[in-house]
């Protein structure tokens, strides 16, 4: 743009738009595409995640407050977002449970949901799973409606809508306009942005705030019936042809106020609206609604949540225990894998475990875990980066929408995984410690278990950790990839530590797998006092070869926790911090 001569640091994508939106009233936003329909809505509902707004918004008369607003306010949004694994009823459950405030109780909430489903004509697919749109599970339709009941269980004083009929059917967007008239006829605040609507649909609207491209208003006001007002406003403009009969007054509206035909008729939309009387009346409007009402207050809550920061713990974890049981592709494959390596290694290294007569003999077991480490953890890494990437993009609206902070939705992510990888190593653990042969003491199963446990738990964590740090999951296996290759290359296994070049070693300390291995290593062998044929023990073997020390084995193990605990809080700082959406 500046090659075109433009002079301006920034570019103004919304001049001087002023309005007022009330309860009980419709209200359509239009303009050709680009004019800023969507750009004005999301400022109004404080969406935005860049660039930079001017200019006053109140409420009731008093200026807004982002955290006070999300409170009071819903958006649907133009993409359906929601959970994938949860039926419609559930996300009505978790929107109303964070949302609605701590005084209502839960006899209340529940038949508030019942009523919102009867309003949006969602009643009869309560047990239906949501799915991803496109692939499985509700029509595009039905996640509209799902979008917009997930706003008003919320109880909401204003609801925006971004095109809530766009990639609809007539049918299917007569019924969602149904819905939306529904909601305003109960005294609320709607705001839709829409574009090329039928005449029906239309006909729906109360008021309309046209746009024209750059960004300035050229109509605002009532539309009337079969839309007389607007029409009657525009036709007595010279050089604007008449509405034939029939014809959709949205498309002509749109057709007579186009860039090529202010051109064509040589006059310019804004100034004949800022000098018309249209104009006068909306600054009164404007100006009378700017004063708060004498003897109200401005809108003050003592918390910026809803609901305390244990509940909204508690709700995130609900949800994302249902959305792990009903996923089957991710957490039985998961045990299926599980099981299939287990079995593959059990029947590779047969009793290898009991076979104590070489330095080979040693090495073949210290094998057999390294392998399970590696083929285990990087399928876990893999498996879990599309869940997260998926649950993020619905952590973003629930988070703008005021359900709750980054900590219990990381929390919930985090304590999903831990009875899961809970089975996954006893399945494991299991098959290949009998099969394998180790030495059947309590005390070493248990640390066997204990760093297979810890070491897929990591490794899930890890994978989580790069999806959080990078913008999409693609990014995130290409990153992941990268260290497991130097993960796998400082080990300790292809080359042990005590050969490792002195300016190097420090990347065997910070390497996971190295920790791992070395608490398996030694708390298997770190005791044994079985002779090789050279006369030397296998204690002092795994000792002078590999540094590996019992005694060591529980600072090791609490190294090996701390790894755990390390990625997960940066996964939860990562979603706190980094946001990839950008509006």
Not at 62 to 78: D, H, L, N, V, W
Not at 375 to 380: E, K, R, W
Not at 473 to 482: D, V
Request: a neutral charge; aromatic letters at 16%.
């Amino acid at each position: 743009m500046k090659a075109q001569g433009i002079s301006e640091e920034r570019l103004e994508l919304l001049k001087g738009v002023s309005g007022a939106f009330r309860p009980g009233v419709l209200t359509a936003l239009m303009g050709v595409s680009g004019a800023g329909k969507t750009t004005l809505m999301d400022v109004l509902a404080g969406r935005k995640t860049g660039g930079y707004v001017e200019g006053t918004i109140k409420i009731s008369g008093y200026p807004k407050k982002q955290e006070t607003f999300a409170r009071i306010s819903g958006y649907c949004e133009q993409t359906d977002i929601h959970s994938p694994h949860v039926t419609v009823y559930e996300s009505l459950v978790f929107s109303a449970w964070l949302r609605l405030p701590p005084e209502v109780n839960s006899e209340t909430r529940m038949m508030f949901i019942e009523e919102v489903m009867e309003l949006v004509e969602l009643s009869s697919l309560r047990d239906a799973l949501v799915g991803l749109p496109g692939v499985n599970g509700l029509s595009t339709e039905q996640r509209k409606r799902l979008t917009i009941a997930v706003e008003l269980v919320a109880n909401p004083s204003i609801i925006f809508m971004d095109e809530p009929t766009s990639g609809l059917d007539a049918r299917a967007a007569a019924i969602v306009m149904r819905t939306v008239r529904n909601t305003v006829d109960t005294g609320r605040t709607v705001v839709c942005t829409i574009h090329q609507p039928s005449i029906d649909i239309f006909d729906a609207f109360d008021e309309l705030l046209l746009l024209k491209r750059g960004g300035e208003e050229i109509y605002v006001g009532p539309l009337g019936r079969h839309s007389c007002h607007l029409i009657k406003y525009f036709e007595e403009i010279n050089g604007i042809p008449k509405i034939k009969d029939g014809y959709n007054p949205a498309t002509w509206m749109l057709e007579v106020t186009s860039g090529a035909q202010e051109e064509a008729i040589g006059v310019n939309f804004t100034n004949i609206y800022k000098n018309s009387e249209l104009y006068r009346r909306n600054k009164a409007l404007v100006k009378e609604l700017s004063n708060p009402a004498p003897g109200s207050k401005g809108l003050y809550f003592q918390t910026r949540y809803s609901q305390s920061l244990l509940t909204q713990c508690i709700a995130c974890l609900w949800k994302q225990y249902w959305s792990y049981w009903r996923n089957p592709p991710y957490t039985a494959v998961r045990f299926l894998f599980t099981t299939f390596i287990a079995l593959m290694f059990g029947t590779i290294f047969w009793d290898l475990g009991s076979k104590r007569t070489r330095r080979q003999d040693v090495f073949n077991s210290m094998g057999s875990m390294y392998a399970a480490v590696l083929f285990i953890g990087f399928q876990n890494a893999a498996s879990v980066q599309p869940v997260v990437a998926v649950e993020r993009t619905v952590f973003y609206r629930e988070r703008a929408a005021g359900m709750y902070s980054a900590l219990p939705y990381a929390f919930g992510q985090v304590v999903i995984e831990l009875p899961y990888i809970l089975v996954q190593t006893v399945i494991y653990g299991i098959i290949v410690y009998a099969m394998i042969g180790f030495e059947w003491t309590s005390h070493k199963f248990f640390w066997y278990l204990f760093f297979m446990y810890f070491t897929f738990l990591y490794f899930t964590f890890y994978g989580m950790m790069t999806v959080a740090v990078t913008p999409d999951h693609n990014i995130a296996g290409i990153i992941s990839s990268a260290f497991f290759a130097l993960w796998n290359l400082f080990s300790g296994f292809i080359i042990p530590r005590t050969k490792i070049p002195v300016w190097w070693r420090w990347y065997y300390w910070v390497c996971p797998i190295s920790w791992s291995l070395y608490g398996l290593i030694a708390s298997q062998y770190g005791d044994v006092q079985d002779k090789f044929g050279s006369g030397e023990t296998v204690q002092h073997f795994v000792r002078n070869y590999f540094d590996f020390r019992e005694e060591f084995v529980g600072v090791v193990a609490i190294v090996v926790v701390g790894i755990c605990v390390l990625f997960g809080f940066i996964f939860a700082f990562s979603i706190k911090a980094f946001n990839f959406q950008k509006r």
